[in-house]
């Protein structure tokens, strides 16, 4: 294992100095990505911003705070350390070393997995770059910087990959993670979620909450692969990711504990006038960020990732926690399903309901969080409960994307889906609400009317230190 080398161009664990071809493919990509992050990035000038820097992987060298001018920020190349004895754990070259190398026969789908994993690292700055104009306080505009810099940062680590083992295909494909963009008409982000607009801080929260939780659940199967690289980067993005999930899970308790306390005061659902976001409106934003992640897991049923798992490229979930064989040829799954047109579940063989399991488990994860922000709604006495819709609602990939179903999970004819979504997703009327909210509070130590502050600061400072410095 080599020690990071920080005085680098490139900050990298991966030796990068001793393979010169590489260094200098990587050196050619690096100005595309800084023209790309000041034409696509963050919109808000600042001079500098107290953002966390890895450095290193090991000890506290992953997390380094300073004030840093956002452009001089060092993205690098970190690998979690290698495990010299690391086996592959599933599939059918179980017990096999773990593979330092991409094998030809699976250099196609381990190229897709990682154009797929790299094009929604960019994707989520891109959704995200007029956010700082309408911050709610300095802390939540340091936090969102920190999540787009350490997105950037992960597309360094997929593109790492691709210009290390995948020769001129992986170069061209890394070049493509600059030119697609979210939302555009031409040529847009892969995924469907990747091309929603987050326009709004209650988006952005969802958002970290439920989108990054995909990715949360997504690079934990991709940790599990037999490529040996791959694994090791993507455990290291993992930790992270951890604190995208903080702002979202933090963020949704402070919309909600704002509001409950505005309604306790004024004894009154109808909280609109006062400035705060109703309930109602909360709920429809969960709906929303919920189903468009849930589509993010692909299809109930798919032989790619059972052609995936079986290859070893993407294992399941804290697989080796799994007490099975590690192979799943001969069992078995039940899975979500339209059954002579109603929504119903199937048996399915194990290994090509695989979407089904991780979903599942990001499923349980995000109840997590309902249940959280129930209790912030249960100790300011309100009766009021939000919830996770039924997984049939608004989905657009798999069984369910071809009907329209309700909340509950009834199944709606098309005209009564029309008469009552407004009901149940944010509607242009909220919308328009919720963003003339937004005015920015840039003032250290204060922080907007439709958001209680948070507990903690960042790494011990208080809630009232400059975090940013605005230009
Ligand atoms: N939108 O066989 P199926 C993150 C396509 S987030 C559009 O069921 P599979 C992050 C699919 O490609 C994590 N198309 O799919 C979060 C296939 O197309 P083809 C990102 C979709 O392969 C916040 C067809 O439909 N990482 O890190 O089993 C901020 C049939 O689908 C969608 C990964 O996703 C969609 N939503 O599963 C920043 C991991 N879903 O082949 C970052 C890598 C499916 O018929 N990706 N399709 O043309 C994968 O593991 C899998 O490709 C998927 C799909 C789970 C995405």
């Not at 936090?143 to 790492?160: D, K, P, S, T």
């Not at 069992?331 to 063989?349: C, F, P, R, T, W």
Request: aromatic content about 10%; glycine content about 8%; hydrophobic content about 35%.
């Amino acid at each position: 294992m080599t020690r990071p080398d920080y005085a680098e161009k490139i900050p990298n664990n991966v030796g990068l100095a001793e393979d010169r071809r590489l260094q200098r493919a990587l050196e050619s990509w690096q100005p595309n990505f800084l023209s790309w992050w000041e034409t696509m990035g963050p919109t808000l000038p600042t001079q500098d911003v107290y953002l966390r820097t890895a450095i290193d992987v090991r000890g506290d060298g992953w997390a380094q705070f300073g004030h840093v001018p956002m452009i001089d920020y060092r993205w690098g190349i970190f690998l979690a350390d290698k495990n010299p004895d690391r086996r592959v754990a599933f599939g059918q070259h179980k017990g096999d070393p773990a593979w330092q190398k991409v094998p030809g026969e699976y250099r196609a789908e381990l190229q897709r997995l990682i154009v797929i994993q790299g094009d929604t690292e960019p994707a989520s700055v891109e959704q995200q770059r007029n956010l700082g104009a309408t911050a709610p306080s300095l802390y939540d505009l340091r936090n969102l910087f920190q999540v787009n810099v350490e997105e950037g940062r992960h597309l360094w680590a997929m593109v790492y990959l691709l210009h290390a083992y995948f020769g001129r295909e992986g170069r061209e494909e890394a070049e493509e993670l600059l030119h697609r963009n979210s939302g555009s008409q031409d040529a847009p982000r892969i995924l469907g979620a990747f091309n929603e607009e987050t326009p709004d801080w209650l988006s952005f929260y969802m958002f970290t909450y439920f989108t990054d939780r995909d990715g949360k659940y997504q690079l934990g199967t991709l940790k599990e692969s037999a490529f040996d690289p791959l694994s090791r980067t993507c455990e290291f993005m993992l930790k992270e990711e951890a604190h995208h999930m903080m702002v979202g899970t933090t963020g949704v308790d402070r919309v909600v504990e704002r509001t409950a306390q505005v309604m306790v005061e004024n004894d009154t659902d109808d909280v609109a006038g006062y400035g705060v976001i109703p309930l109602p409106v909360i709920q429809k934003y969960l709906n929303f960020h919920y189903s468009v992640s849930l589509d993010l897991f692909g299809g109930e049923t798919s032989t790619n990732v059972a052609n995936y798992y079986t290859a070893g490229l993407k294992g399941r979930w804290l697989e080796e926690r799994r007490k099975d064989d590690h192979k799943l040829t001969d069992d078995a799954i039940m899975v979500d399903a339209l059954v002579d047109g109603d929504i119903a579940q199937v048996e399915v063989s194990a290994l090509t309901g695989l979407n089904t399991d991780l979903r599942r488990e990001y499923i349980a994860d995000c109840s997590g969080g309902v249940k959280r922000w129930n209790r912030i709604l249960e100790d300011a006495g309100l009766p009021q409960r939000l919830y996770l819709p039924h997984v049939a609602f608004n989905r657009k990939v798999g069984a369910f994307a071809g009907i329209e179903a309700s909340p509950d999970g009834e199944k709606l004819k098309p005209s009564e889906w029309a008469a009552r979504r407004g009901q149940w997703l944010p509607t242009d009327t909220d919308k328009t609400f919720v963003r003339s909210l937004m005015h920015p509070v840039h003032e250290r130590g204060k922080i907007a009317a439709w958001v209680a502050p948070p507990r903690n600061g960042i790494n011990g400072q208080p809630f009232d230190y400059d975090y940013v410095h605005l230009a």
